[in-house]
């Protein structure tokens, strides 16, 4: 573990003297980038993060929502690349881990995972197939032994994370509201630590995490362990219920030096420990191992003396080691010692609150470079190209790696991963959607609007099942932030996120910042990973099965905004051209007029557009309903676009209804009385996906050879490579 050299001098004039290597390994632990956010905590401060639902507890490790009836949602998202890069199968399952104990840390009972996903090129490129494969299994593996289901998330390729792992885990928990932990102490209450053993597993995992992955360092990636998990959550949720819980936190990044020092610095207590105290999985650990280890399955709980014994009594039942390793004080110090030996005794102000850095900033020469204005080749067969993007290994069916998880168990999922977002049931009768999307190939392009367009497509998908968005979390994945070109593009997605959050009332909950995602081939595009949480009221209406002569309606217009989009990237090789741009009004028209055709009972199915444009949303209702499509373009509101243009353009803002011609009257009013641009494009029928032009036929395309090419394409590139 290290520290810059003006950290250390810093460090220094802070404590008046040279620390101690425990106090040092504790520090550079701390505030290193991972658990510090040195560089992004003071421009996080514009996200609008209260709203009249939300609730604030101190030291809280997940976002937390009101949802009536004295329940509550609490949200978290987290990654684990640079682990994942190395270890696929462990860094990708401790990464379910880690988030599952911070909703827990709330007193909340964790109800679904979402991940998202990021490799390098599988059609090129076999180690990104092994890491594929083996960060799935991990996911799958763990969230099915500890029986929560993973309802949704995303998986994209690019060439970008060659050699490297992009792995996004987002975990919502449901409670009641009065039994969330409000996280108090007083001097006197003993400092307890549950769960697995400390070993030497994640020693420097926090440092290993802020820095270019540049070697393999598997020392510094943790050791999974869903069956203690498991029961560490069940343990949980009987010491919560019988009172002997004051605070808590899970062990994560930095392992027991952030865990002590956030707890105490966010309570304003002290803490003194005795490592000799600490169960380990080996015998010879020095206390700076002991104190910076990652290793999984821990929770650090504050009890006081009148619940130790019930606590230990609970542990007991769940077969769960318990160890009492220290006591609170009263002097807003971390103390440490080994029996009566000091070996740090620190403020935990000092400890908790790394220095704040003013990174530099400047637009990227890459940018200036782009073609703003691309010129295509003409193609002259587009059922063809139709058919190779439906193999596009970003656009094809992801059932490979969802069928793998159980996305069914605690029987709350109502609407199943595989189209928009999930939905699940909750216990006062109302219904939780969710989604996380991002789109780095937009984000490179234009970094401010690429990231206003993940948030708004997360939205949309939300907005599909009939929920209101009411929250979101955010995971901002970027290079290093020493370079400003890199730092630029951050402070560039921060402030588009933050425009329209505040334009939509939906605050932020929570989140997570990851810098140095970096290999020597260099930085990641810019990667923010937005999830959206939406409420149903009532009972949601799942999609329903289309049948011949349904009409299939479009919200919104179409614009030439293929930049960044997978059309030009994976037919013509282009980098560049304009990204989509949101207008914050449309949206808003847009998303209203939409959510209330859906609560009026008016639409059998929504889906919205985005990933490859119309022609593979449509496509994609046509192939999960087994039935073709006669579709005009003329009807499609575009400003004179050439074909490829209005079937590719990734514009958002669109949404995709399929309606009953007896509905057609009742919802042309909803789109009147809203002022949204729409038009009736075609209609449902036959064995075909049909594009006409006129009386031209576009696209011709069997709907069984186009879902042979989506639904097995990804599958046989991770099985035969």
């Not at 260099?522 to 009409?551: A, C, F």
């Not at 989509?580 to 959510?595: E, G, H, I, R």
């Not at 789109?671 to 729409?678: A, G, L, P, Q």
Request: glycine share 10%; hydrophobic share 35%; with cysteine.
């Amino acid at each position: 573990m290290s520290l810059a050299k003006q950290e250390s001098i810093f460090l220094e004039k802070k404590i008046g003297r040279k620390p101690t290597n425990t106090e040092f390994q504790i520090v550079a632990a701390e505030w290193s980038e991972h658990c510090s956010y040195k560089s992004s905590k003071k421009h996080l401060k514009m996200l609008p993060m209260t709203g009249h639902n939300i609730i604030s507890e101190k030291g809280l490790d997940s976002g937390v929502i009101d949802v009536g009836d004295n329940y509550v949602v609490t949200v978290h998202i987290e990654s684990h690349n640079h682990p994942s890069a190395v270890e696929p199968y462990g860094g990708a399952a401790t990464g379910v881990g880690g988030v599952i104990r911070d909703i827990l840390s709330a007193g909340t009972r964790p109800i679904a995972i979402l991940d998202g996903l990021r490799f390098g090129n599988i059609e090129k490129d076999p180690f990104a197939i092994w890491l594929f494969k083996n960060a799935v299994s991990g996911i799958a593996d763990y969230g099915n032994c500890i029986g929560i289901p993973t309802i949704g998330g995303e998986i994209e390729f690019d060439e970008c994370y060659t050699n490297y792992a992009l792995v996004d885990v987002a975990a919502i928990g449901f409670g009641k509201k009065d039994r969330l932990i409000k996280n108090n102490a007083k001097k006197g209450d003993l400092v307890v630590l549950i769960g697995g053993p400390t070993g030497r597993d994640g020693i420097g995992g926090s440092q290993f995490a802020s820095d270019s992955l540049e070697s393999e360092d598997r020392s510094a990636v943790q050791i999974p362990d869903p069956f203690i998990e498991k029961l560490i959550i069940e343990a949980i949720l009987e010491a919560r219920n019988q009172k002997c819980i004051k605070a808590m936190k899970d062990l994560g990044g930095g392992g027991l030096s952030c865990a002590i020092s956030e707890t105490a610095d966010s309570l304003s207590i002290g803490i003194e420990l005795d490592v000799n105290q600490i169960h380990t999985r080996e015998s010879d650990m020095n206390p700076d191992e002991i104190m910076i280890s990652e290793s999984q399955e821990r929770m650090l709980i504050i009890t006081d003396k009148n619940k130790l014994k019930k606590l230990q009594e609970i542990c007991k039942k769940f077969s769960i080691i318990c160890s009492v390793i220290g006591k609170v004080k009263d002097d807003k110090l971390m103390r440490v010692k080994k029996n009566n030996q000091t070996l740090a005794s620190i403020p935990t102000n000092i400890v908790a609150n790394a220095p704040l850095l003013d990174r530099p900033s400047s637009e990227p020469n890459y940018l200036k470079k782009l073609p703003k204005r691309i010129q295509l080749k003409e193609v002259s067969n587009l059922s063809n190209v139709l058919l190779k993007m439906l193999g596009n290994p970003n656009i094809a069916s992801k059932i490979w790696a969802y069928s793998q998880y159980d996305h069914e168990v605690g029987i709350r999922t109502v609407i199943k991963p595989g189209l928009d977002a999930s939905v699940l049931r909750l216990d006062n009768g109302k219904f939780l959607s969710v989604k996380i999307d991002g789109n780095p190939k937009h984000c490179y392009v234009n970094p401010r609007q690429g990231a206003i367009g993940c948030f708004e497509e997360a939205i949309r998908n939300v907005v599909c099942t009939g929920a209101t968005p009411i929250g979101m979390v955010d995971h901002l994945q970027f290079g290093n932030p020493e370079n400003p070109e890199i730092f630029w593009t951050f402070l560039e997605s921060l402030k588009g996120l933050t425009d329209f959050a505040k334009f939509f009332k939906i605050p932020c909950v929570g989140g997570k910042v990851s810098f140095y995602n970096e290999t020597p081939k260099g930085p990641i595009k810019p990667t923010p990973v937005i999830g959206v949480l939406g409420i149903i009221d009532k009972e949601p209406s799942h999609p329903q099965k289309i049948d011949r002569g349904n009409i299939l309606i479009i919200v919104g217009n179409t614009n030439d905004e293929l930049g960044g989009s997978e059309y030009i990237e994976y037919i013509h090789g282009i980098i560049g051209g304009t990204c989509p741009q949101v207008d914050f009004k449309t949206s808003k028209k847009n998303m209203t007029a939409v959510l209330e055709s859906i609560k009026k009972g008016y639409v059998k199915c929504a889906h919205d557009c985005s990933k490859g444009g119309i022609v593979i949303a449509i496509s994609e209702l046509c192939m999960m309903n087994n039935i073709g499509c006669n579709i005009s373009l003329e009807k499609i509101s575009a400003k004179h676009l050439e074909s490829d243009r209005i079937l590719f353009s990734e514009t958002h803002s669109r949404y995709l209804l399929v309606i009953d011609k007896k509905d057609l009257k009742k919802i042309k009013k909803v789109f009147t009385e809203n002022n949204v641009s729409y038009g009736m494009i075609g209609n449902f029928g036959g064995n075909q996906i049909l594009f006409k032009k006129g009386s031209k036929s576009i696209i011709n395309l069997r709907i069984d050879k186009a879902l042979s090419k989506w639904e097995k394409s990804l599958e046989e590139l991770v099985i035969h490579g």
